[in-house]
T-cell receptor, first 110, second 116 residues
Framework: QKEVEQDPGPLSVPEGAIVSLNCTYSNSAFQYFMWYRQYSRKGPELLMYTYSSGNKEDGRFTAQVDKSSKYISLFIRDSQPSDSATYLC??????????FGTGTRLTVIP | GAVVSQHPSWVICKSGTSVKIECRSLDFQATTMFWYRQFPKQSLMLMATSNEGSKATYEQGVEKDKFLINHASLTLSTLTVTSAHPEDSSFYICSGSLGGLGYGYTFGSGTRLTVV
């Protein structure tokens, strides 16, 4: 079983829609969860970093962790064409031990 | 915030030659650097982990003699693709650890290598 599973999409939504991106993970001991955004031919940039369960909000982005279900989500409100990118979830499984999802390619249509 | 500068952003080389990719941590000391490879429409594949002043740890299936990693200082790590072949063409990305569990990671902008 992979440490992290992510639906690769692709996902297309109209501008202004709410986007929900999700990952599941296998090890209940994981506690640090990240979402990265990667534009084409660029390195990933960190969007959200959360510890343990709960929600974290930053502008139009909300990261949610449900440790009981081993499920993490990223919500994007009022999506914009500039949000079109690949979104990768990542989980820290120990110091310097990072597991990535496969990434979900998102397209926001104007 | 923490920045990792990666150069070159793209390079084309002839088959059989070697290419060096540099990653510098600009405003923090990266005790640990990670090197990834990414094929089109695929996720990041960890190639190796390097700690400053010691030998890199390579993932299974990655040839350490082909992908030479040097991490001689806390701010510089290099990846040299030796005797490159067309199948080595890929997107290579480095990442610096900001200090261990819970401190996060920052990525370079990537290097697109094309071997002709």
């Amino acid at each position: 079983q992979k440490e992290v599973e992510q639906d690769p999409g692709p996902l297309s939504v109209p501008e202004g829609a709410i986007v929900s991106l999700n990952c599941t993970y296998s090890n209940s001991a994981f506690q640090y969860f990240m979402w990265y955004r990667q534009y084409s031919r660029k390195g990933p940039e960190l969007l959200m970093y959360t510890y343990s369960s709960g929600n974290k909000e930053d502008g139009r982005f909300t990261a949610q962790v449900d440790k009981s279900s081993k499920y993490i989500s990223l919500f994007i409100r009022d999506s914009q064409p500039s949000d079109s990118a690949t979104y990768l979830c990542a989980i820290e499984g120990g110091a310097n031990n990072l597991f990535f999802g496969t990434g979900t390619r998102l397209t926001v249509i104007p | 915030g923490a920045v990792v500068s990666q150069h070159p952003s793209w390079v084309i080389c002839k088959s059989g030659t070697s290419v060096k990719i540099e990653c510098r941590s600009l405003d923090f000391q990266a005790t640990t650097m990670f090197w990834y490879r990414q094929f089109p429409k695929q996720s990041l594949m960890l190639m190796a982990t390097s700690n400053e002043g010691s030998k890199a740890t390579y993932e299974q299936g990655v040839e350490k003699d082909k992908f030479l990693i040097n991490h001689a200082s806390l701010t510089l790590s290099t990846l040299t693709v030796t005797s490159a072949h067309p199948e080595d063409s890929s997107f290579y990305i480095c990442s610096g650890s900001l200090g261990g569990l819970g401190y996060g990671y920052t990525f370079g902008s990537g290097t697109r290598l094309t071997v002709v």
